[in-house]
């Protein structure tokens, strides 16, 4: 992956050959500016690589435009930031229903109620983002992530912007939904006692593997 900067060009990644099996754990770890957040990115065609091919569930996202990216994603996908991005105008129901009605899921609303119950919010299902704590918004986050039932998941710092104690709580539900769904999960994280949870810790230095 390589950018254009001020200077020329970047090499962000490069060399890189990387390979996660169905169902397994994997954490990317590496200090700033590695390249960690850019790998994640390129695994969920949310950027595209200048050179290689990235693979996932048999269909290749270097060949695909964004429309076939997004319905990729939206069929096979969930991804959870560091910044929740929830949109302010929605309740948590229906911040967390938002995936599956574009899906076209009847049962949306049911579907997200239950998602919400899953990581015990559902008390908290008719307030909007504004009104919820750090902590709870990254567990609707995480709850609508999850609710179409996705084959990867893909979380970028999920506790970057909690406080221990909240950041450990959402750790236990990540890992717990993973389990249960049989999740493909690859998680960016600067704490090596989250990437210890992992099945496997992926490190990169200057935009290779370590």
């Not at 960690?36 to 695994?43: I, R």
């Not at 996908?77 to 991005?85: A, E």
Request: glycine share 14%; hydrophobic share 45%; net charge negative.
């Amino acid at each position: 992956m390589t950018l254009d900067g001020n200077a020329g060009p970047v090499e962000i990644l490069r060399g890189i050959t990387l390979a996660v099996a169905r169902g397994e754990s994997v954490g990317l770890t590496g200090p700033s500016g590695s390249g960690k957040s850019s790998l994640l990115m390129l695994m969920g065609g949310l950027e595209q690589a200048t050179g290689g091919t990235v693979t996932a569930l048999g269909q290749d996202l270097s060949r695909m435009g964004e429309d076939d990216l997004a319905r990729f994603r939206r069929g096979n996908m969930g991804i959870v930031f560091q910044s929740f991005h929830l949109i302010p105008t929605m309740t948590a129901l229906e911040n967390v229903a938002l995936p599956l009605e574009i899906a076209g899921a009847g049962d949306a609303f049911d579907r997200a109620g239950a998602e919400l119950a899953a990581v015990g919010l559902a008390h908290r299902a008719g307030h909007y983002p504004s009104e919820m704590s750090g902590g709870e918004q990254q567990r609707v986050a995480l709850a609508r992530a999850m609710a179409p039932r996705p084959a990867i998941l893909l979380a970028d710092e999920p506790t970057g912007n909690l406080d221990a104690a909240n950041g450990a709580a959402i750790m236990d539900l990540l890992f717990g939904l993973q389990v249960r769904y049989g999740a493909t999960l690859i998680m960016v994280t600067h704490a090596p006692e989250l990437a210890a949870r992992c099945d496997r810790v992926v490190a990169l230095a200057d935009g290779r593997l370590a």
